[in-house]
């Protein structure tokens, strides 16, 4: 069996602090009413790069240009690929410096920066605790 393959992003404020949405409350989703990183699955002939650009694009509206947010690939790190019970994560992480209320999110409940303690405290959908302590922990060694 072929296992899905997605992606998600690290997005971090000036503050070091990073953005998480509340997930549907929907019975038919996993997760649901969860905190989470942002991300999405890839499409047939999709880079996980591309993928998460595209992702972020379709999910983060620019409420001043109308149009969606956008991530330079070229300013965007691979942190690391799980394979996790659910199929197998590529993790980006990357710089965003932007207010919560200049962004309509296209899907989920709610956006919010996280500190690293609030984080650390909030149970979050998919294992996102375990790789946000391995990103935390990944700029305490460095």
Same mark, same amino acid.
């Given at each position: 069996?072929?296992?899905?393959e997605?992606? %998600?992003? =690290?997005?971090?404020? #000036?503050?070091? %602090?990073?953005?998480?949405?509340?997930? +549907?409350?929907? #019975?038919? =989703?996993?997760?649901p009413n969860?905190w989470?990183?942002?991300?999405?699955?890839l499409?047939?002939?999709e880079?996980?790069?591309?993928?998460?650009?595209?992702?972020?694009a379709?999910e983060l509206?620019?409420? /001043?240009?109308?149009?969606g947010? %956008?991530?330079d690939?070229a300013k965007?790190?691979?942190?690391?690929t799980r394979?996790?019970?659910?199929g197998?994560?590529?993790?980006?992480? @990357? /710089?965003?410096?932007f207010?919560i209320?200049?962004?309509?999110l $296209?899907?989920g %409940?709610a956006?919010?920066?996280?500190?690293?303690? +609030? @984080?650390?405290? $909030? #149970?979050l @959908?998919?294992?996102?605790? @375990?790789?946000?302590?391995?990103?935390?922990?990944?700029?305490?060694? /460095?």
């Open positions: 069996m072929v296992k899905k997605g992606t %998600q992003i =690290i997005l971090v404020n #000036p503050h070091g %602090q990073v953005l998480l949405y509340l997930r +549907d409350d929907k #019975p038919d =989703i996993l997760y969860m989470s990183l942002l991300g999405g699955m499409e047939p002939g880079t996980p790069l591309e993928c998460i650009v595209r992702e972020i379709e509206i620019d409420n /001043a240009n109308e149009i947010f %956008q991530l690939p965007v790190t691979h942190l690391c394979d996790l019970d659910f197998i994560e590529h993790t980006f992480t @990357a /710089a965003a410096d207010d209320e200049d962004v309509t $296209t899907e %409940q956006l919010r920066w996280f500190s690293r303690d +609030d @984080a650390e405290r $909030t #149970p @959908a998919y294992g996102d605790n @375990a790789i946000l302590e391995t990103y935390f922990g990944s700029l305490t060694s /460095a």
